[in-house]
């Protein structure tokens, strides 16, 4: 077998590991989000489309943070990145409610939450509005 074609097999082998692992990723946190309405049943925060006041302060996360244990044992944060949110205090962050134009973010993808969860964390107000900004443009609500 030649070295382009080892590497195919290796690559097609990796590309299969990573739509299964995405799928189990995809899985549990459809399982934990279903958990987590059927616990509180309440309006998601942030949806401001309901005139119900929004959800603003403390607790306006887009959903839940799933936080895992790496093989090792140590914490991982939200994108399993060790220490990326999944330390002590991790739940103590403040956060911020979102501008009045943005939607409940229901539909977002993985990157649009992502965006959505650094701009409700960040403490700083410019950051906090340029990272809004940068919503808009991914989500196409710039436009």
């Known amino acids: 077998m030649t070295a382009a074609e080892r590497q195919a097999v290796l690559t097609g082998a990796l590309n299969r ?5 995405d799928g ?9 989000q279903a958990e ?3 616990a509180r049943n309440t309006e998601i925060p942030g949806d401001q489309g309901d005139g119900g006041g929004g959800g603003g302060g403390a607790g306006g996360a887009a959903g839940p943070v799933i936080v895992a244990a790496s093989p090792g044992g140590a914490p991982t ?3 399993g990145i060790p220490g990326a949110g999944g330390g002590p205090g991790a739940e ?7 501008p009045e134009d943005i939607p409940s973010g229901r539909d977002d993808d993985i990157v649009a939450r992502q965006l959505r ?8 107000p410019v950051l906090r509005e340029a990272l809004w900004d940068e919503y808009r443009r991914y989500t196409g609500l710039s436009e």
């Open 92 to 98: 103590d962050e403040e956060t911020f409610a979102p």
């Open 117 to 124: 969860e650094a701009a409700m964390r960040e403490p700083d």
């Open 24 to 32: 189990v990723i995809l899985a549990e946190r459809a399982r934990a």
């Open 17 to 21: 590991g990573y739509e299964e692992f």
């Open 77 to 79: 944060g939200p994108q």
């Open 36 to 38: 987590a309405n059927a």
